[in-house]
């Protein structure tokens, strides 16, 4: 009995070992949460039980040996000799363990008579226990309601929304002043501060608010601090945060940047000991971004470099002077410096354009993983303090700015919004994500909507909000199932009509992938459970040049094409994530192509029986859906897009998948030449008359 419980006790110690293994490892599965403090409990109680055995199991293999043994005991004064003949026999001599018995009963938990190596076994499988519970409560444990941050999220010509959250100590609300000014490179110095807005920072909205800074010229470095309302400077951030301004659209002299896309992340995934804090895919795309900080601190200063378009910008100097106290929202505490050079910070390498934004795809936090705290706003509020919090995640944006939508594990898992916004836990989720990702992206197409559009000189954005109007996909008629809703949906063709003509590439953002090469769950939560809408969509698509999807939520890359007939575009797909999770090893979830196929037709040349050539079309069928390229292995994923569209016949996309910190892949996407039309004349009249726009309601993102 006692035998058999040994074995089950090192049965369930190594069942043990591999679970918590591949929970902290591999990737951190609800269930496991259940299992593993089972596991434990069943491993103590049959390791408690069992320990008589040892000692049976040992007396069977070892020699009886007699020894001889006189012991002087001291009792009292009386001196007795023992004599302890024979009866030895049942305390056997332990020998000391071989090394390789010594470390099969570490790996394997194999029963000893060593109580030291038990005693190591008990303690390794509880330190494993306390990791799991360190990695599953470090967000419980270290809640960051003091988190200090600021980061840029949407940029536009003229403005730049700024978040902000300083907690105050034994108060309400706390006001806070961004001071700003330009920042080229100059003699810094002797550039006043300009005051700007206040944020009131309240404890009801968790210290955290969305400033927008107006008045701003195009493509022009900046910086900025905070002040009290005394003017006294406060403490964070230590030297001021620096952004530039989006380029002026109107110049169409072409575009070349960069920007990142990625999604998912979760703090310390792969696990570490006592390293909570830690997104690696981020001190990853840290080192990246600004290689040189790492190697030594000198080279890291950026060449400045004067941008071609002084001419241009001549004219709009000596306009925007006069209208520059009238479009500023704040007090001018210096006059509007109209730039003579308008400069532009680039990496050293030239040939590398700057990297302008990250678009973060969603599952920027997990609500509901390893382990769901409730619907309870605070529960929901502390994962996004703690990403801020963290020294990775604040390396890259107190520099980049970053712009965001949400996915399900902001909300909870395969969230499906019916449309509905006062369905729990929709509204406390949501609360978090506005405050503090959302409320800083691009003013939204609708009043209240997470979905919006924004253009980066002649490349155009739209992102898609898939979980607010999702309907259930269980129910109804399929032909009836909407995953953006119907004013979402307007909006989007709406878009791609005005994009048309007016921006080289467009971009679409969807938080899951559009693509239903994804089997498995993908089935049930990405585009392919809408097939009649998405099908819709993609005809769209492909009426307009060079639409490019972004995705995420696969936790694997893949870039897919999806082939449009003899009158459209092809379209394609790039996939990416994680930024810092786990990815699935070993079982592969995407098809190659799609059964599905669309007819083109091919010009061949064939030989007639008379020996002349002839020039015949072909009609050939392709999949509408093709895998390109999938690269499923790697924790720490993004894609480097790089926009050029500096030769007018040439616009091109040169997309670099960076895995683990390496590239991993390289694609070009050639796009074809679109003849920009202007937009609207009212646009062509910005900034003059963008406050008088601002007055009749016009949004920024409205103007082109
Ligand atoms: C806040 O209040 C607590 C107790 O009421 C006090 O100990 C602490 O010093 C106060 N902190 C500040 C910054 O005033
Ligand atoms: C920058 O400005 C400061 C203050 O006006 C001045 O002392 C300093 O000499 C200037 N430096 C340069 C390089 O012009
Ligand atoms: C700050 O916000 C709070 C809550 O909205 C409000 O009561 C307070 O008056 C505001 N303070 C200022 C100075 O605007
Ligand atoms: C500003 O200064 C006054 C007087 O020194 C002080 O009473 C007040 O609390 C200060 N305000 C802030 C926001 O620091
Ligand atoms: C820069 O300006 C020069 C002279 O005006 C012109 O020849 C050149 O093509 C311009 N370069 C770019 C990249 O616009
Ligand atoms: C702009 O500033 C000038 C000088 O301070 C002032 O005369 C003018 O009225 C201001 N314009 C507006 C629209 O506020
Ligand atoms: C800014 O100017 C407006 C009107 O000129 C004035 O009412 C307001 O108090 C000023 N704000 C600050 C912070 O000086
Ligand atoms: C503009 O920048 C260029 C290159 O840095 C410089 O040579 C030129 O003097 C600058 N012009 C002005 C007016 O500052
Ligand atoms: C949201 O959070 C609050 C505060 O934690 C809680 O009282 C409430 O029940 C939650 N759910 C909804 C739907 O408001
Ligand atoms: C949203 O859901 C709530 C709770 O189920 C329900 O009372 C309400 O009528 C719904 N609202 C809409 C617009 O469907
Ligand atoms: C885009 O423009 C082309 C022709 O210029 C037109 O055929 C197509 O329908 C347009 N697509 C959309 C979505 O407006
Ligand atoms: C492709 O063409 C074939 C014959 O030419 C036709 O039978 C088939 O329906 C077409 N398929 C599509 C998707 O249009």
Redesign the pocket.
């Known amino acids: 009995m006692a035998a058999t419980l040994a074995i089950a006790s090192s049965a369930l110690s190594t069942l043990y070992r591999i679970v918590v293994y591949l929970f902290l490892e591999v990737a951190p599965i609800s269930r496991a949460k259940y299992v593993i403090p089972v596991l434990y409990l069943g491993y103590l109680l049959t390791s408690y039980l069992g320990t008589p055995a040892f000692s049976e199991i040992l007396t069977l293999k070892q020699e009886v040996v007699t020894v001889e043994q006189e012991k002087s005991e001291t009792n009292g004064n009386v001196v007795t000799d023992v004599s302890v003949q024979e009866t030895t026999a049942v305390i056997p001599v332990v020998e000391p363990p071989t090394l390789r018995s010594a470390l099969s009963t570490i790996i394997f938990s194999v029963p000893s008579p060593v109580r030291a190596l038990r005693r190591a076994n008990l303690l390794i499988n509880t330190l494993l226990l306390l990791a799991v519970a360190e990695f599953v409560f470090f967000p419980y444990f270290d809640s960051a309601t003091d988190v200090v941050y600021t980061r840029v999220g949407a940029i536009y010509p003229d403005a730049a929304k700024v978040v902000v959250r300083y907690p105050a100590a034994n108060a309400t609300e706390n006001l806070v002043r961004l001071v700003w000014r330009q920042a080229d490179g100059k003699n810094q110095s002797e550039v006043p501060w300009r005051e700007g807005p206040i944020a009131n920072l309240t404890a009801e909205r968790d210290w955290v608010q969305t400033v927008n800074l107006r008045g701003l010229w195009p493509n022009t470095p900046y910086e900025y601090r905070f002040e009290d309302l005394n003017n006294t400077l406060l403490p964070y951030p230590s030297a001021p945060i620096r952004f530039h301004t989006a380029p002026d659209p109107r110049l169409h002299s072409g575009s070349h940047f960069r920007f990142i896309a990625s999604s998912c992340m979760t703090p310390n995934f792969p696990y570490l000991p006592l390293q909570g804090r830690r997104i690696k895919g981020l001190d990853l795309l840290a080192d990246y971004l600004w290689p040189s900080e790492s190697q030594s601190a000198a080279a890291s200063l950026p060449t400045v470099i004067a941008q071609n378009v002084s001419s241009a910008l001549s004219s709009l100097a000596s306009k925007a002077t006069a209208s520059g106290n009238s479009t500023s929202a704040e007090n001018a505490t210096a006059p509007i410096m109209p730039p003579t050079n308008v400069t532009h910070e680039v990496a050293a390498d030239q040939s590398v354009p700057p990297t302008e934004f990250m678009v973060f795809m969603g599952d920027f936090i997990y609500a509901d993983v390893p382990i769901y705290f409730g619907?309870?706003?605070?529960?929901y509020r502390r994962l996004y303090r703690r990403n801020y919090n963290s020294p990775s995640f604040r390396k890259v944006y107190e520099r980049l700015p970053i712009i965001h939508t949400y996915d399900d594990h902001e909300i909870i898992n395969n969230y499906a919004g019916l449309g509905n916004t006062?369905l729990?836990?929709?509204?406390?989720a949501t609360?978090a994500f506005e405050l503090y990702n959302a409320e800083a992206n691009y003013d939204p197409i609708d009043e209240g909507q997470y979905y919006f559009d924004f253009r980066y000189g002649d490349a155009a954005f739209f992102v898609m909000d898939t979980r607010r109007y999702r309907s259930d996909i269980f129910s109804d008629e399929p032909t009836s199932h909407t995953m953006l809703g119907d004013k979402q949906l307007a909006a989007l063709y709406n878009w791609l009509g005005k994009v048309n003509n007016t921006a080289v590439f467009k971009f679409v953002v969807s938080s899951v992938p559009f693509t239903a090469l994804w089997t498995y769950e993908a089935l049930e939560d990405t585009w392919a459970a809408f097939p009649y809408e998405k099908s819709a969509l993609l005809s769209a698509f492909q009426s307009v040049p060079n639409v490019i999807v972004l995705s995420g939520d696969r936790h694997e890359f893949a870039a897919i094409e999806f082939a449009a007939g003899d009158n459209g575009h092809n379209v394609l797909e790039i996939s990416t994530s994680p930024m810092s999770m786990f990815y699935v090893p070993f079982i592969r979830t995407l098809k190659p192509r799609s059964e599905e196929v669309v007819n083109r037709t091919r010009e061949e040349v064939v030989k007639t029986e008379d020996g002349k050539e002839e020039v015949v079309k072909v009609v050939e069928e392709v999949p509408r859906e093709k895998v390109v390229k999938y690269i499923a292995e790697g924790n720490y994923k993004w894609s480097t897009l790089e926009v050029d569209t500096r030769d007018y016949d040439h616009p091109v996309v040169r997309v670099e998948i960076m895995i683990d910190g390496k590239p991993a892949y390289n694609l070009e996407v050639l796009g074809k030449p679109v003849k920009l039309q202007s937009t609207t004349a009212l646009g062509s009249l910005m900034p003059q008359f963008k406050g008088v726009l601002d007055k009749i309601g016009l949004k920024p993102s409205r103007w082109f």
């Open positions: 619907d309870d706003a605070e529960a006062s729990p836990p929709y509204p406390n609360n």
